[in-house]
Every structure is written in C-alpha cells, then in structure tokens.
C-alpha cells in the first residue's frame, strides 16, 4: 500500500501520543485531485503531519489494519464529504472507525461538507439514499446491522460543527 504522508515537523503541535496532526478521510474519486488535494498540500506546508491514504479506488474492500492504526494514531480526523462518499464501503468503514476514536478517545472531528447539503448527510437524502438502496439490495442485504450503523455514523458526523463548501 502507497501511503502518502507530511513529512515529520520537529514543531508538530501534538505529543508523542500521535502518530499524525490530522487524518484525511474522502472519496477519492470525488476529491482527490481537487479539494482534498489541495487541503493536503496546504496542511503540509504548514508543517501538519497529515496522513492520507494515496491508494487508488478501493471496490469492496475493508479498510486495512495499517489505514486503521493511522486513525487510531491521528488527533483530528476531516472528514470530506462529497457527492458519492455514502458509495464507498470503505469510506463509510473508515467513517465507523473515526467515530469510535472519537467517543472513546475524543478525537476531534471537523466534517467538510463538499458540494453536498449537510441535510443531505444527516439524514441521508439525495446520492446518500441512492448510495444506502444499493447497499441495502445487494451486498449488504443480509447485514442490516451494519448498513444502520453506517447510518448513524453519517448522522453523528453531520451533526457535529463544520465547513460547507460548494463548488463555483
């Protein structure tokens, strides 16, 4: 796996009990070369010892231990939220395992809303509820447990305070 990091700044700003300032969690084919592209490099020339997962698009895959580790180990996690991140599984796999960082270890979180209503995410409308039908009718089917929670880690993150951008 390519991962792609700041490099260390000796004036990081957090302790040694983190590995990264921020972790970077979005939908690649949405952002990548744009938004959170540009959010990366402007982090790191800041000397922010930001982490973001440089693999190509992932299908159907779990988000692995080391991208685990990475969010367990990071301060604060942005979360980019654009048109189609409900479609990824592993966006949302990486979303359940931000959230658990958060309430058991009060990881600070700033949701980036990007070209999407923040209403869109909490209550999952518009490509999010076209983004959950699919899950819910194909591989997901038989695990609604999962699909629920998936749901109320969209909502807990869209309830807290963030930025809202819109392109143009």
């Known amino acids: ?5 700041a490099p260390i700044s000796s004036s990081s700003s957090f302790t040694s009990k983190y590995s990264y300032d921020v972790f970077l969690s979005f939908r690649g084919t949405d952002t990548r070369f744009g938004f959170t592209g540009n ?16 693999e190509a698009l992932r299908m159907g895959e779990e988000i692995t231990p080391s991208l685990r580790k990475a969010i367990q180990e990071s301060r604060i996690s942005i979360i980019v939220f654009s048109k189609n991140y409900a479609s990824s599984t592993f966006c949302l796999d990486e979303l359940l395992q931000i959230i658990e960082c958060h309430t058991k270890q ?3 979180i700033l949701p980036v809303f990007y070209d999407v209503e923040p209403s869109q995410v909490r209550h999952q409308r518009g490509s999010y509820q076209e983004a959950f039908a699919k899950h819910e009718s194909e591989k997901f089917k038989d695990d609604i447990e999962k699909v629920q929670q998936w749901r109320l880690a969209l909502r807990h993150a869209a309830n807290l305070s963030g930025l809202h951008f819109k392109t143009g």
Not at 1 to 5: D, P, R, S
Not at 42 to 54: E, K, N, P, V
């Open 1 to 5: 796996m390519a991962l792609k990091q």
């Open 106 to 108: 009060n990881m600070l």
């Open 39 to 54: 959010l990366y490099s402007a982090l790191s020339q800041r000397g922010i010892f930001t982490f973001i997962d440089d």
